[in-house]
C-alpha cells in the first residue's frame, strides 16, 4: 500500500491534517515579513544637503527667513510641473547674496532628511544616497541572491534529514541573522546578515510547504497549494502595520525577527512527514504518526495496513532530458521565461510601492491586500477556465494595467494622477499575484513525472533570478527626465508581462489531461497514452513519486 492510497482510508484532509496545515501556514507570515521588510528598512527619505553653521536644521522650512537661507545654499530647479525644488546633493560652495549668482555648486556631504514617513533607515544612517543610491537596490539584490542559493542547499537537506529538522534549521538561522541585523554598523555586514536572512527563510517556507503538500490526498493538492500563499498576504499587511507604527528601522526589524522565536516550539507541535520517512525506509517513526492521525480523524487503521506500506521506487531524469527534443526544449523555455518575469513583476510592484504618488503606508497596505482576491480568483477559475487561459489573461491583463500607467503620468492631471496610478499599478499586481500562483501548478502538470522534480527546481532558479532583476529595474527611472521617468519602470514590467502572457499560449492545456510520465509522453503531450514505462534508458532510482517534493519552488 502506498501512502496516498493509505490518505484514502485516513481522509485526505482530516482534522489531523488540518491542524498540521495550520501550523505550516503560519511560518509563512514571518517569511512575508522578511520578503518586503527592505522596504523600511532600506527606504530612502526626501532629503536635501545640510545648511554649514545653521542650528536646528530641519527638512521642513520654518517661515521665509528660512526659506530664504535655504535658497542661499542649496540650488533649486524646476521640476516637470514648474514647482520649485531643491536639489537632494548639491550645494553652492559660496552662498547667493541676493541675486548674485556667483556661486558653484559641489556635491554635499551631509543631508537633511524628510522624517514624515521614516524616523530612521538603514540608507539614510549610513547616507546611502546620490552616487550611492545604487547600494540600496544592491542590498536588495542580495537578499533574493540568498533565497536562490537557500533553495537549492537546504532542498536537498531537507531531502536528505527531514523537513522537521531543516525547518527548525532554517528558523535558527534566520532568527539569529534577522536580529543581528538591527545591529549591522557597516554596509558590508549589513548585505552579509540580510543574505543569511534570504538563505534562511527560503529553507523556513520551502521546508513547511512541502510538508503540507505532502499530508494531504491528491484532490486537495491544488487547495493547500494556493490557500498557504492567503498568509504570504497577511504577513505584508500586517508588516505595513509594523512599519506605520515602528519607524525607526532597529526597532522594526527587531520586531518583525521576534515571532520566529515561536516557531522552536515546532520541534514538540510538529510531525515529521509520515510521506519522507516511509520514501527512507523509516517505516517504525511513520506508523507512530500514522496512528496519531488515525486516532485524531477517528478512522481505524489495522497493523495489517500499517505494515503494507512501502516506498514508491520511481525513475527520475536530469534536467538535460527536457532538451532533447524541439517540442519539449520550446516548453521549457516559455515556462522558464514566465516564471522570471512574474517573479520580477510580483517584486517589483511589491517592494516599490512607496515610488507611488499619495499616501506611502497606504499604498503598502494595498499591495498586500489585491493578493486576497488573487488567489480567490485562482481558486475559483482554475478548474473552470483551464490553465492556459487563466494565466494568459492574468499577465496580459495585469502588464497591460502597467503599460498604461504612462498615459496617466503624461496626460493626467497631478491631483489625480495619486488614484489613477495607484489603481492601475494595483490591478497590475493582482494579475502578478494570479499568474504566479497558476504557473505553479500548471508547469508542475506539464513536467513530465521522471523529471518533474528537477524541472520543478529550475524553474524556481528562473523565478529567483526575477526577483534579483527586481530591484535594478525601479533604477531606469533615474536614466531619463521628465515625466516619463515614473513610468519608465512600470512600462517595463507591463510589456514583460504581456509579451510573457502571449508566449504561454504556446503551452498546451493540462486540465482534465492524463499527465505525461515520460519523456516520450512529454514529447506527445496533451495526445499521449498513459505510459506504464519511463526512460528507456533509466536512470537511478529514487524513493519519491510525489509531484511536489522539497525541490519545488515556493514563492518568497
Known amino acids: 500500500m502506498h501512502f496516498d492510497e493509505l490518505l484514502g482510508i485516513l481522509g485526505e484532509f482530516g482534522p489531523y491534517q488540518k491542524y498540521v496545515y495550520i501550523l505550516v501556514c503560519l511560518p509563512s507570515i514571518i517569511v512575508a515579513f522578511h ?19 545653521y542650528p536646528n536644521d ?26 520649485l525644488v531643491y536639489k537632494e546633493c548639491f550645494i553652492f560652495s559660496v552662498p547667493l547674496s541676493g541675486n548674485a549668482t556667483t556661486g558653484t555648486e559641489q556635491q554635499c556631504s551631509a543631508w537633511v532628511y524628510d522624517k514624515t514617513v521614516y524616523e530612521n533607515t538603514f540608507a539614510s544612517e549610513l547616507n546611502l544616497i546620490c552616487d550611492k543610491q545604487i547600494w540600496v537596490s544592491n542590498a536588495k539584490m542580495v537578499y533574493f541572491a540568498g533565497v536562490f542559493v537557500g533553495a537549492l542547499l537546504l532542498g536537498v537537506l531537507s531531502d536528505k534529514i527531514g523537513r522537521k529538522k531543516t525547518m527548525i534549521l532554517s528558523v535558527l538561522g534566520l532568527l539569529a541573522s534577522s536580529l543581528a ?35 494531504v490526498g491528491p484532490s486537495k493538492r491544488l487547495w493547500a497549494g494556493i490557500v498557504i500563499h492567503y498568509f504570504i498576504a497577511l504577513g ?34 510538529f510531525p515529521e512527514s509520515p510521506r519522507w520517512l516511509i520514501n527512507r525506509g523509516n517505516l517504525e517513526d511513520a506508523k507512530v504518526i500514522i496512528r496519531k492521525m488515525a486516532i485524531r480523524n477517528k478512522v481505524e487503521i489495522t497493523e495489517k495496513q500499517l505494515d503494507s506500506l512501502e516506498c514508491d521506487e520511481t525513475a527520475t531524469g536530469q534536467l538535460w532530458h527536457l532538451f532533447t527534443s524541439r517540442v519539449l526544449f520550446v516548453r521549457t523555455l516559455v515556462i522558464f521565461v514566465n516564471w522570471c518575469v512574474v517573479s520580477m513583476v510580483y517584486y517589483g510592484l511589491s517592494l516599490n510601492s512607496g515610488n507611488l504618488a499619495g499616501d506611502f503606508y497606504l499604498n503598502f497596505f494595498l499591495t498586500g491586500l489585491v493578493e486576497f482576491p488573487a488567489y480567490t480568483l485562482c ?9 492556459k487561459k487563466l ?22 492631471e497631478k491631483r489625480h494622477q495619486m488614484y489613477t496610478t495607484v489603481i492601475l499599478a494595483m490591478l497590475g499586481k493582482i494579475g502578478a499575484a494570479a499568474a504566479y500562483a497558476v504557473i505553479y501548478v500548471w508547469s508542475a502538470e506539464l513536467y513530465p513525472t521522471v523529471v518533474r522534480n528537477v524541472g520543478m527546481g529550475a524553474s524556481s532558479s528562473c523565478a529567483r533570478i526575477g526577483g534579483i532583476v527586481s530591484p535594478y529595474i525601479f533604477d531606469l527611472s533615474t536614466i531619463v527626465d521628465g515625466r516619463f521617468e515614473q513610468a519608465l519602470p512600470f512600462v517595463v514590467f507591463g510589456v514583460s508581462s504581456v509579451l510573457a502572457g502571449l508566449l504561454s499560449l504556446i503551452l498546451p492545456e493540462t486540465l482534465g489531461a492524463n499527465l505525461p510520465e515520460t519523456i516520450e509522453d512529454g514529447k506527445n503531450f496533451p495526445h499521449h497514452k498513459k505510459s506504464t514505462k519511463y526512460l528507456e534508458k533509466e536512470p537511478s532510482f529514487t524513493c519519491n513519486n510525489e509531484a511536489f517534493t522539497a525541490e519545488d519552488s515556493t514563492k518568497l
Not at 63 to 71: K, S, Y
Not at 379 to 387: M, P, W
Not at 393 to 411: D, E, N, P, Q, R
Open 236 to 269: 505584508m499587511v500586517l508588516q505595513c502595520l509594523v512599519g506605520y507604527l515602528i519607524r525607526e528601522w532597529k526597532y522594526n526589524a527587531i520586531i518583525v525577527s521576534a515571532p520566529a522565536a515561536l516557531m522552536l516550539s515546532y520541534w514538540w507541535l
Open 58 to 83: 530641519t527638512y521642513l522650512t520654518q517661515g521665509p527667513a528660512h526659506d530664504d537661507l535655504v535658497r542661499a545654499y542649496i540650488p533649486t530647479e524646476l521640476d516637470v510641473d514648474n514647482e
Open 181 to 215: 541585523v538591527s545591529w549591522a554598523a557597516d554596509f558590508y555586514l549589513f548585505c552579509v546578515l540580510r543574505f543569511v536572512v534570504g538563505f534562511s527563510s527560503a529553507g523556513l517556507f520551502m521546508s513547511t510547504f512541502v510538508h503540507g503538500m505532502e499530508m
Open 35 to 53: 520578503m518586503v521588510n527592505s522596504v523600511f528598512l532600506l527606504g530612502i527619505p526626501k532629503h536635501r544637503c545640510k545648511l554649514p553653521n
Open 391 to 412: 494565466l494568459c489573461a492574468c499577465m496580459v491583463l495585469g502588464g497591460l494595467a502597467c503599460i498604461c500607467t504612462i498615459f496617466t503620468v503624461l496626460y493626467v
Open 379 to 387: 481558486l475559483v477559475l482554475l478548474d473552470r477556465t483551464g490553465r
